[in-house]
């Protein structure tokens, strides 16, 4: 027999094919370990089967480099993928924020798949608006006159400063000048608007008379930004609405714009969670134009909702930069159910709205359902405390009381196994904490319980082809 042709799996991992795999198409290098052994081991069959298969191991090494060739074009065909959130934190904005319900998603689905009245009017068989599809909707949630949906709130600030403060002043709160994440500054979209910042106050304290000195005929709006990814304690000031409001009645051209970020539409603040104001409450304080995300609190897909008057809506709607930032029907599709689950539906029943509000003891049993499985695996499961986030850059400092599972083990590190489980199949996140990798179930679902027990097995069948490997001196 030839068995003494098999190639070592060290010389099919310093073949240039393997470092090729591993850095051009992101395949780790661990899967490929895994994959050789299993090529080899079918090689070695072949040969036991019909002896003179092969007569040299170059053959060999092709042979095997080819069959690998095939898994590389399978594996994660897409750069877009799923993975498995166990960080606890529901909207992560690297994960993708808010899930969409599945009524969302069949929405989405259904208007994708066929034509749709986006801009016809069918009862008249004339040209609509797709700003008004979700009109009513808005009206009733948010209690302003109009509404209208762009990309995301980032583009709704950018359009209402350029829309409506073009080389016109805009007063702001030095304590409101935030920077919200991805490059984000209200005094840079500010700048690119060309609408001119005009600071008052300072960083903790700022009163109304501050912004009352400010206003000129230069004027145009009274800017108010929901600083929400992070919270000033202590000696600290600011202007609630309602005075703005107020004091802005007695001009006859200054808005009062507030920027919600998050803009929650349910009352989180009556489930003792956090002190971020519904929408609603903006716009009864006396804000003439408001604007948040739809993929943050709301629970929708990436969208910036605009509400306010309707004739500064209708000057926003008129304006060249709508049609530039304007969201396309797979949006709205989604946006439209999420928002009817706060009229007619169920509001928990969207993903956010549900995990924020899952109590600990919910999120323990599906902690304990992963722990009944785990029995027998090199590694230790405990079921701990921990506290899960919001996310997104909202409701910074609340805490939800949560369940983790905590993994003790003492071949490999915490960061072992989450580097492992971030090199499987369906990549799995999680945090760690004091030295312990840990999944924290609030942000995992019933249904992904089942392959996130396989996502562990695969981990710690690479961290042991990995000892393995390093236990042969490569
Ligand atoms: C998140 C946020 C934005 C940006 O919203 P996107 O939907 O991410 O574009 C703008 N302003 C505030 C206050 C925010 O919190």
């Given at each position: 027999m030839n068995l003494?042709?098999?190639?070592?799996?060290?010389?099919?991992?310093?073949?240039?094919?393997?470092?090729?795999?591993?850095?051009?198409?992101?395949?780790?290098?661990?899967?490929?370990?895994?994959?050789?052994?299993?090529?080899?081991?079918?090689?070695?069959?072949?040969?036991?089967?019909?002896?003179?298969?092969?007569?040299?191991?170059?053959?060999?090494?092709?042979?095997?480099?080819?069959?690998?060739?095939?898994?590389?074009?399978?594996?994660?065909?897409?750069?877009?993928?799923?993975?498995?959130?166990?960080?606890?934190?529901?909207?992560?904005?690297?994960?993708?924020?808010?899930?969409?319900?599945?009524?969302?998603?069949?929405?989405?689905?259904?208007?994708?798949?066929?034509?749709?009245?986006?801009?016809?009017?069918?009862?008249?068989?004339?040209?609509?608006?797709?700003?008004?599809?979700?009109?009513?909707?808005?009206?009733?949630?948010?209690?302003?006159?109009?509404?209208?949906?762009?990309?995301?709130?980032?583009?709704?600030?950018?359009?209402i400063l350029r829309g409506l403060a073009k080389n016109k002043e805009v007063i702001i709160s030095r304590g409101e000048l935030v920077e919200i994440g991805g490059s984000f500054r209200i005094s840079t979209i500010m700048e690119e608007s060309d609408a001119l910042l005009r600071e008052v106050g300072t960083t903790n304290k700022t009163h109304a008379f501050d912004y009352e000195e400010a206003i000129s005929e230069k004027t145009a709006m009274i800017m108010k930004v929901h600083t929400s990814n992070f919270k000033t304690v202590g000696f600290t000031a600011d202007v609630e609405t309602k005075s703005l409001s107020q004091l802005t009645s007695a001009y006859d051209n200054v808005l009062i714009y507030e920027d919600l970020g998050s803009g929650s539409l349910y009352p989180f603040t009556h489930e003792g969670i956090g002190e971020e104001p519904v929408v609603k409450e903006a716009i009864k304080n006396g804000a003439d134009i408001v604007s948040f995300s739809g993929d943050k609190l709301l629970g929708g897909p990436q969208a910036g909702i605009i509400s306010g008057r309707k004739e500064i809506i209708n000057r926003l709607k008129k304006h060249p930069l709508a049609r530039v930032l304007r969201v396309d029907k797979m949006t709205l599709a989604a946006l439209e159910q999420t928002l009817q689950m706060y009229i007619h539906g169920d509001p928990t029943d969207i993903p956010t709205v549900r995990d924020i509000k899952m109590s600990q003891e919910e999120v323990e049993k599906k902690a304990a359902l992963f722990m009944g499985e785990t029995s027998g695996w090199p590694l230790h499961c405990e079921l701990v405390n921990v506290e899960s986030q919001v996310g997104g850059g909202t409701m910074p400092v609340v805490k939800l009381p949560s369940k983790a599972v905590k993994f003790k083990s003492g071949t490999f590190t915490a960061g072992e196994f989450s580097h492992a489980l971030r090199q499987t199949?369906?990549?799995?996140?999680?945090?760690?904490?004091?030295?312990?990798?840990?999944?924290?179930?609030?942000?995992?679902?019933?249904d992904e319980i089942p392959e996130l027990l396989t996502q562990c097995k695969e981990a710690l069948t690479i961290l042991n082809a990995e000892e393995a490997i390093s236990k042969n001196g490569h």
């Open positions: 003494q042709l098999l190639p070592p799996v060290h010389a099919l991992q310093n073949d240039k094919m393997t470092r090729h795999w591993i850095q051009n198409d992101g395949i780790p290098e661990t899967e490929l370990v895994k994959w050789f052994k299993e090529e080899l081991a079918s090689v070695r069959q072949d040969i036991s089967d019909s002896p003179h298969l092969f007569s040299r191991r170059e053959h060999i090494i092709d042979h095997i480099l080819t069959q690998t060739e095939k898994r590389v074009k399978n594996f994660r065909t897409f750069r877009l993928y799923k993975v498995l959130n166990g960080t606890g934190t529901v909207l992560h904005t690297n994960l993708g924020r808010a899930r969409l319900s599945e009524s969302a998603i069949e929405r989405v689905a259904e208007t994708s798949r066929h034509y749709s009245n986006l801009e016809y009017q069918t009862d008249e068989g004339i040209r609509g608006s797709r700003h008004s599809i979700l009109q009513h909707l808005l009206r009733e949630l948010t209690g302003a006159e109009d509404a209208m949906v762009v990309n995301n709130n980032a583009a709704a600030v950018y359009l199949k369906i990549p799995v996140i999680g945090r760690v904490i004091e030295d312990h990798f840990h999944l924290d179930f609030r942000t995992i679902t019933y």
